[in-house]
């Protein structure tokens, strides 16, 4: 299998620790109250550089998908000053990587929410889940690639200042909340952060995040993301 760039090398996956600074991006018209964010050492704006509330608790949410996210904002922002965290180095191969992160990126614009993006690090991925490759859906492959994204959202949560950190996993039908929360938790006390443990789903929350992003005309991918989900669904084909 072809793995893909990125990787630790790479200067935009400094997540909190990374010595270079990124590129300023020019102004978008789209996005104009991001155009000022100063930049720090570690690849990311700290939390005091961003546009966000003080008022309200700060919360740096894991994007799984741009589908997924619709709604969970939604939620979180009436009680949360929200910053997205598009780390999922699972996604296969680095063409779909892309297709999320554009329409991850597309409706953070809509929703003048800012968004975090660490580099895509695929072969950190396969190291991670090395000998779990015939695991079901839902089995010890997932929870390792739970914990390896989690982990580093909590991380860079408690580098960049934030109060609290959660994800958008659990709004999926074929997740297990008990398991990502748990999960979330252990993350958090690795990092001395707070996980919002939370049950997207419930609710119809799925089914809302799927109206949302049909409206919006956000692109809504075939499979879970990693090589083995893809396989597996051609397979049922």
């Given at each position: 299998l072809r793995q893909g760039g990125g990787g630790r090398g790479d200067p935009a996956g400094r997540c909190c620790g990374g010595r270079s600074t990124p590129r300023r991006r020019r102004p978008s018209a789209a996005f104009p109250s991001r155009a000022t964010l100063r930049y720090t050492g570690c690849g990311f704006p700290p939390v005091a550089a961003m546009d966000v509330s003080k008022s309200k608790p700060r919360l740096l949410l894991h994007v799984c998908c741009a589908p997924c996210a619709t709604h969970v904002f939604n939620i979180l922002t009436a009680g949360h000053a929200v910053t997205g965290f598009f780390f999922n180095p699972n996604i296969h191969p680095p063409r779909e990587y892309a297709a999320r992160r554009r329409a991850a990126e597309h409706y953070c614009r809509?929703?003048?929410?800012?968004?975090?993006?660490?580099?895509?690090?695929?072969?950190?991925?396969?190291?991670?889940v090395e000998g779990l490759q015939r695991e079901g859906e839902g089995g010890a492959r997932c929870a390792r690639c739970f914990s390896m994204r989690l982990d580093r959202t909590a991380r860079a949560a408690a580098?960049?200042?934030?109060?609290?950190?959660?994800?958008?996993?659990?709004?999926s039908p074929h997740k297990n909340a008990s398991m990502i929360n748990k999960i979330g938790l252990e993350a958090g006390a690795r990092h001395g952060m707070t996980f919002h443990a939370a049950d997207f789903k419930k609710g119809n929350g799925y089914g809302e995040s799927c109206r949302i992003s049909r409206a919006l005309g956000i692109y809504r991918q075939a499979y879970c993301g990693c090589i083995f989900s893809f396989l597996a669904r051609r397979t049922k084909r």
């Open positions: 809509l929703a003048s929410i800012h968004l975090i993006v660490p580099g895509y690090s695929p072969a950190d991925w396969f190291s991670s580098e960049l200042g934030f109060d609290l950190f959660a994800t958008t996993l659990t709004i």
